[in-house]
């Protein structure tokens, strides 16, 4: 039996987070600001997270534009908790990860390049 869309895309964002157990949470996001999939904890509001990714993407685009750093390839906010990345996932959404605080970066930006490639066949 053929996975939906959805599936699709939840048993992709698990894979990363296997990968990485560093990434606590995801989710790929509309650039509308609509959830698309996610596998985020139950205490997160999908919502939130979904209006907040779009908007941050939206303005690194016009950051990175404005600036002459060419096209957007990632957002990464670092708090006292830990990290908030997004990465593009083609022209259509975002691929938002929450990682843990003292994450090996590289891995967890690897993991998610690799899966924003694999989600961008799947959103079309």
Known sequence: MALSRVEQ???RLREMQAASPEIEASAVVSVDGLIMASALPAE???DRVSAMSAAMLSLGERIA???GRGGLEQVYIRGSMGYVILTAVGQE???TA???EGAKLGLVFL???RAAEDLARVVG
Request: negative net charge; charged residues 35%; hydrophobic residues 60%.
């Open 9 to 11: 895309m939840v048993a």
């Open 44 to 46: 997160a509001e999908e």
């Open 65 to 67: 534009g404005e600036l």
């Open 93 to 95: 959404a975002v691929l």
């Open 98 to 100: 929450l990682a843990r």
């Open 111 to 113: 993991e998610m390049r």
